[in-house]
């Protein structure tokens, strides 16, 4: 008996995908993400620790990577001063030897400037430079 090879394909095929059928119907979709065992990146944390005194930090650049969270404990040496990151606010206004934390997540790559917003503080030295790098 001759027969037709498209027949032979078809006849083929559907055995396949009954088969592919039964697997799937007895094991499930195989799921690969989570038989690897993957998680979610955790975020890096960077601590940094900056004095301020009338009128200067005494850290001008901090560096971090995009994505990092960045915790920066801002102490006053003197009278009352503060640490603001354009983007991300400011810490709370300190006096002479407190300090307040200031945490965020760095969103984007790029230059931002850190300055204390009392009076004039800023314009008389009191800011830095936060690069974020991609
Ligand atoms: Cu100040």
């Not at 690897?36 to 601590?47: A, D, H």
């Not at 404990?73 to 030897?97: A, K, P, R």
């Amino acid at each position: 008996m001759r027969v037709n090879p498209s027949t032979v394909y078809l006849i083929v095929g559907i055995i396949i995908a009954i088969a592919v059928s039964a697997f799937v119907y007895y094991w499930g979709v195989p799921n690969y993400t989570t038989t690897k065992g993957l998680t979610p990146e955790q975020p890096i944390l960077r601590s940094f620790t900056i004095h301020g005194s009338s009128y200067e930090f005494d850290t001008s650049r901090i560096v971090v990577k995009k994505d990092d969270a960045v915790k920066i404990e801002f102490i006053s040496d003197d009278t009352s001063h503060n640490l603001c990151i354009e983007g991300y606010g400011c810490t709370q206004l300190v006096s002479g030897g407190a300090s307040s934390v200031l945490s965020f997540v760095a969103k984007d790559a790029g230059i931002y400037s850190f300055y204390c917003n009392v009076d004039s503080h800023r314009q008389q030295g009191m800011e830095g430079q936060l690069i974020v790098e991609q």
